[in-house]
């Protein structure tokens, strides 16, 4: 298996704040959950850190882009579910578009034919 590299403060903030937003696209969740789903969704080589995704969730309520509240885990346990809010999908589009034209530029200057896709 593919060493995971961690998501921490090495690791632009906004790129963090873009895969939670990404995530809860697919429906409201609880940090467990969101860290879970980016490992699996990056095929096993991002692996996101309590102490940075709860700094980055709590950043992304404080921007009114995500909202929480308490429900019921799977494991029947209290916990803070996270929900995308309607600014917060429009800082996803916006998010999106900006990691485009920077991924396309840095594939460009690494000679990367059209950039990186």
């Given at each position: 298996?593919?060493?995971k590299?961690?998501?921490?403060?090495?690791?632009?903030?906004?790129?963090?704040?873009?895969?939670i937003?990404?995530?809860l696209?697919?429906?409201?969740?609880?940090?467990?959950?969101?860290?879970?789903?980016?490992?699996?969704?990056?095929?096993?080589?991002l692996?996101?850190?309590?102490g940075?995704?709860?700094?980055?969730?709590?950043?992304?309520?404080?921007r009114?882009?995500?909202?929480?509240?308490?429900?019921?885990?799977?494991?029947?346990?209290?916990?803070?579910?996270?929900?995308?809010?309607a600014?917060?999908?429009?800082?996803?589009?916006?998010?999106?578009?900006?990691?485009?034209?920077?991924?396309?530029?840095?594939?460009?200057?690494?000679?990367?034919?059209?950039?990186?896709?």
């Amino acid at each position: 298996m593919a060493k995971k590299n961690q998501v921490d403060g090495e690791m632009l903030k906004g790129t963090l704040d873009m895969m939670i937003l990404r995530t809860l696209v697919g429906g409201d969740a609880h940090g467990h959950t969101i860290a879970k789903v980016i490992e699996h969704t990056s095929e096993d080589v991002l692996e996101v850190e309590q102490g940075s995704l709860y700094p980055a969730l709590h950043r992304l309520e404080d921007r009114r882009w995500v909202s929480s509240y308490w429900g019921t885990s799977e494991n029947n346990r209290k916990a803070k579910f996270y929900k995308l809010t309607a600014e917060g999908r429009k800082q996803l589009v916006r998010e999106v578009t900006r990691w485009r034209q920077m991924t396309r530029a840095i594939g460009l200057v690494m000679g990367e034919e059209g950039g990186a896709q």
